[in-house]
């Protein structure tokens, strides 16, 4: 009898909750300002006027399937077909995303977010883009500048060293970084651990952690740096940590949370995380395949 | 050997066969980053000269990486067949490619004295072709392979389904099956890239895409492209494949790199034999790519296109169903825009064919290269008139996991559209029966992904 | 870590007979080297499975609690176990026999007797979902992407569950089973359970205790006990048939495919036919025959849908609280070990659109009625009131995580000042972060325990084990009920 009690009392419950909740959504909510009206009037930008993503098939079989299949992925399915071609709503997305992809790559970093988190610029030796792509190894060195400015601004031997680089994608500190270093932050002050001087790194390789390591000789270094941009997202990030690093370090002594997007690994989590892996390593003093985590 | 040219009033010396080798490539970012490129036009073109010069025993007889260093140079060496070469041994690369060339080469002249040719001999011949003379080459070559059916016959364009899901889930992997099954792709394979490289989770997809094999009685084969020693592990367990994966490298210390040898592969071609799910003969998928042993640091100062045309030769050894190269995923480090994207796709798949092995290509790019879409239907067009076994079909090519831009389904119908190919037959019967392709065209209902639901 | 395996027993005490199981599940890793841990059960393995006992009672309806600890400290010798291996498990108490007075003073002792696990006290609704989970019915429903029912057969009642594509959306528990009507060799009823009166008055059935029952009486009304379960779960009359029903009444009709008996009377279907009242008695009860007219349904009468066998009968119900009772959490989590396990927390939801939750004032709003509620509903006191679910965020930046952290730890401290731990569980990947930031505004008063990746519903219990390896949670939710979907 007790447990029917229960139920009774567990349903009246939730009879009530949901009528609060209808409640509430039949409150009016606070208009927002009109301004973003006036500035999108006449022009509605595309990537934001068909953010659902929706089938193109006329007549499927099964419309409630298609839906379904739509919903358990990514991938551009459903999208129909002209002759053997792809609609031109499709078409057009594609060369969209491509186009965003392409702009992270040659994208530059909000300054207004560097100085957000007090981030001074040093930069590698790429030189420009095009040499960033074609020579990998020198963006994996700061130039002369960069190793003074570090020398002068940055404290030694610090507990754990945070880096933020461009990478392959700008976009992709711009999208995240707000999201993800606070969070970082959080997890290393709950777990008592102690931060250097951060900074950013333009035109920066993963690998040019190792020479700021032999730089700043911290104990642990995270580098969050833009991944190659895809064409769901061309904003997602990668965290690289490493005990010590230095010179001659392989990537098997790294430690990497990838994919950290909107969409993809939650950028706050990842951020906790990341702390939780940091504080880690200064435990078992490792990093990468040797890390038990 | 002659080591020495003039060109245009300048005399060039060679050091020797690896500098030739490489300085008689097509430019290449890889070979720039590796700093063994030609500097210009002129020195390219008298490397390409020394070259054409050189005797096939001139090449067998100062090996660029020694077997008794390498042990995938020892496959090669080893998979020679001494009596061809001795026959061919005192012609020039000049005469071998003209040889190829020839009226009087047809596929199976070719397929004989491709058994006397070295990795490093078809190399050679590829660096004195032009595209079209690459395209001219191989689409002479027909290797037909079975494993659940065949492919690779005269008049097929076979298509690997590669639905990847960023994170695996084996419903969103189905959802992007059946949209490629209804565009009629499918015939080579549908083969998985997995983001989580455990058994379970390798076993979890293939035991999925058998069911769906199973419940539509689809003429195809399944695989899941994790590491080999994944996919024992999960065969062993008795998930069911129809083939086993794995990425070659052109030497040891690079197919160390990807963690395997040439013992885990013999490993693995005897639990696939015994334990696969398919009719065989053929159970092998392999992958390469220009510029692997380089990014490894194991390519021995050898330029990138004869390291890939040594990957065809240790995966001759296994006699593949399909050798896939995924020519434009590397980056631009390697290959840095569509010229040299297309001219690697079109000298891997004539090398490949060149060494007896099923050709397919993945024609693609990543987003920081200089290459765009319009470059891989060009690519796409190309290798279709070239005869590749099979292309990759990934919806509107954008892969959601891998994060690079490949063919789509419907490229894939239109390459057999254009250029009058058909999908493989066993594979086309069933496309007519499910009602998809009739007469080799796509019905109203194809494109309809609700039909297998 | 790529793996690990935990032992999760289930034990089943219903109205005429007990059991238990032993099983092995095994979790791995579904996540690659590169993204934040995710772990799942991927394998779950029988390893021991006890007989078939007969529930020792005192007298006419009191369980024997003394004997059962008995029956279960042998088993778990026979097993091999110790109880300090048990990570998780369900006990189910089932049928009539979860009314009977004692059965909390039973659930206490099993806690005790059973290993420091989870233990589920469950209503008939979570039986019928473990049943039907044990009899294979909800993998079915997967395979063929469509409804399948289970009906689970006691001693004291029918749970029914309705799976849809491998999620239970329906239940209903009948008052059909073999030890509602009790008789001797001759056919001497000594029982009648006065849940079926009414229906037998309903269809102009009679039968009474101390009254002699024929052959031919008994067999009536096992097939128009039959029937009317059958035409209730199909919809096709539900006046009379509805009379059998315990509890709630469906709402719907729900299209079924595929349908399948499990329990001690879908184990009789299978008997050899009982010829006379000495065969139908040989339990006590009329068991048998009800079992045999259910064959006899099945084979002659047509109801719309695929008769199929279920992958366990009798052992259903344990195999199901054993094997399928456990999920876990998402793998990045806030927690403090040592105040784990937490047992049975009813559910508090915080259920906002998007809009809401990026509405301050909204938020501000709702977090307070939402606690309001739990006051009055739970009341204030030291222990944990309530688990608090968090639903409808989809992606929180920091901003907004600050926010809820704020509103939630704010709210928390004025209302349940004197409980020392807040639970919360989170829908979506973000424990870690709002344990984290929670944690650093409460400072220890009270303690945070935050979970994700568990979907509850109102009306919910929820209970979490010990961690494995650090940070995984294993985790029991107990459904009571369901809302009705097709």
Known sequence: ?????????????????????????????????????????????????EPERTAHVPHPKWE???????????????????????????????????????????????????????????????????????????????NEEGVRLLQERCQMRPQ?????????????????????????????????????????????????????????????????????????????????????????????????????????????????????????????????????? | MNLKTRVLGETYQFRDLKEVFAKANEEKSGDQLAGIAAGDSRERVAAKQVLSDLTLSDIRNHPLLPAENDEVSRVIEEGINEKIFREIQNWSVAELREYILSHEATDSELKRISRGLSSEMIAASAKLMS?????????????????????????????????????????????????????????????????????????????????????????????????????????????????IFQSLAGSEDGNRAFGIDVALLDEADELIRKEGTSTGPNYWYFETGQGSELSAEAHHGIDQLTMESRCYGLARKYNPFIVNTVVGFIGPEYLYDSRQVIRAGLEDHYMGKMHGLPMGCDVCYTNHMKVDQNDMDNLGILLSAAGVNFVIGVAMADDVMLNYQSTSFHDIAAFREVMGLRPAPAFEKWLEKMGIMENGKLTAIAGDPTIFM | MEEQWIKSVGIDVGTSTTKMIVSRLRLGRMSSTFSLPRFQIVERQLLYASPVYTT??????????????????????????????????????????????????????????????????????LEGVLAGKGAGAQKRSQAIAGNVVNVDIGGGTANAVFFYRG?????????????????????????????????????????????????????????????SMLDYLSGRERQISGLLVSGQQMQEVIPVEEFSISGG??????????????????????????????????????????????????????????????????????????????????????????????????????????????????????AIPFALALSGIGYCSYALLQRIAQELADAYKRYFSESKTMVVICETDMAKALGQALFLRCKGAPEIICIDQVRVEYGDYIDLGEPISGTIIPVVVKTLAFDERA
């Open chain 1, 1 to 49: 009898m007790e447990q029917q009690l229960d139920v009774l009392v567990d349903r009246v419950v939730a009879e009530l909750q949901k009528k609060l909740a209808e409640m509430g959504k039949q409150t009016p909510v606070q208009a927002e300002p009109a301004l973003v009206m006036q500035e999108s009037e006449d022009l509605i930008d595309t990537a934001e006027a």
């Open chain 1, 64 to 142: 409630a399937g298609l839906q379904e299949l739509l919903e358990s992925t990514p991938a551009r399915i459903g999208v129909w077909r002209t002759g053997v071609r792809p609609l031109t709503r499709t078409m057009l997305q594609l060369r969209r995303d491509h186009a965003a992809a392409v702009d992270a790559v040659y994208g530059e970093v909000d300054q207004a977010l560097l100085d957000e988190f007090s981030l001074f610029t040093v930069e590698t030796q790429y030189d420009n883009t095009e040499n960033y792509l074609k020579r990998p190894d020198m963006g994996r060195i700061l």
């Open chain 1, 160 to 293: 754990v060293q945070i880096v933020v680089s461009d990478g392959l994608s700008a976009s992709a500190i711009d999208a995240n970084l707000r999201d993800v270093l606070p969070s970082l932050l959080d997890s290393l002050q709950s777990y008592g651990l102690s931060c250097g001087t951060p900074f950013f790194v333009k035109g920066g390789r993963v690998a040019s952690m190792d020479h700021i390591g032999e730089l700043l000789e911290p104990e642990v270094l995270v580098l969050l740096i833009g991944e190659r941009p895809g064409l769901v997202t061309a904003h997602s990030m990668s965290a690289y940590m490493c005990y010590r690093p230095r010179k001659g370090i392989v990537e098997s002594e790294r430690t990497v949370i990838s994919n950290i997007h909107a969409k993809g690994t939650s950028p706050i989590e990842a951020g906790a995380h990341i702390g939780t892996i940091l504080s880690k390593m200064l435990e078992q003093k490792a990093s990468g395949v040797k890390l038990v985590l």
């Open chain 2, 131 to 243: 595209n079209l003379d690459l395209i001219t080459a191989a689409a002479k070559i027909r290797n037909i392979t079975h494993c659940n059916i065949a492919i690779g016959q005269p008049g097929v364009l076979a298509a690997r389904v590669q639905p990847n899901h960023p994170a695996d889930h084996v419903q969103g992997i189905k959802a992007a099956i059946y949209e490629g099954l209804s565009y009629g792709s499918g015939d080579a394979v549908i083969g998985i890239n997995p983001v989580i490289d455990t058994a379970d989770s390798v076993k979890d997809i293939l035991l999925m895409t058998k069911e769906v094999m199973n419940k539509w009685d689809i003429p195809t084969q399944n695989c899941v492209l994790a590491h080999v020693t994944t996919q024992m592990r999960a065969i062993r367990q008795g998930a069911p494949a129809d083939m």
């Open chain 3, 56 to 125: 020792p009672l005192i007298g006419f309806d009191e369980i024997d609690a003394e004997r059962i600890g008995a029956i279960l400290k042998d088993e778990y010798q026979k097993a091999g176990i110790s109880l300090s291996e048990i990570k998780s498990g369900a006990v189910i108490i089932t049928g009539e026999t979860a009314s009977k007075k004692n059965a909390q003073h039973i659930v206490h002792l099993l806690a005790e007797r059973s290993g420091d696990f989870v233990v589920a006290t469950a209503g008939a609704d």
């Open chain 3, 167 to 227: 999620k239970a959306i329906a239940t209903v528990t009948f008052h059909v089973g073999g030890r509602l009507i009790r008789l001797d060799e001759r056919g001497a009823v000594s029982y009648v359970s006065p849940n079926i009166t009414s229906w037998l008055t309903a269809k102009g059935l009679s039968v009474r205790a101390g009254e002699t029952a024929t052959y031919a009486q008994l067999q009536e009304i096992a097939l128009q006990m039959s029937r």
């Open chain 3, 265 to 382: 009377v879908g184990a009789l279907m299978h008997a050899d036919p009982v010829r006379d009242l000495t065969e139908v008695s040989r339990y006590g009860d009329f068991g048998p025959m009800l079992g045999q007219m259910l064959q006899q349904v099945r084979e002659r009468e047509t109801y719309p849908f695929r008769w199929i066998e279920p992958e366990q009968t009798v052992r259903a119900t344990v195999i199901g609280a054993g094997m399928q009772s456990t999920e876990i959490s998402g793998s990045t989590v806030h927690i403090k070990p040592e105040l784990l396990p937490i047992k049975n927390l009813p559910i508090l939801k915080l259920e906002l659109a998007r809009e809401e939750w990026e509405n301050p004032v909204r938020l501000h709003q709702e977090a307070t009625s939402v606690y309001e509620l739990g006051l009055r509903l739970f009341g204030s006191s030291t």
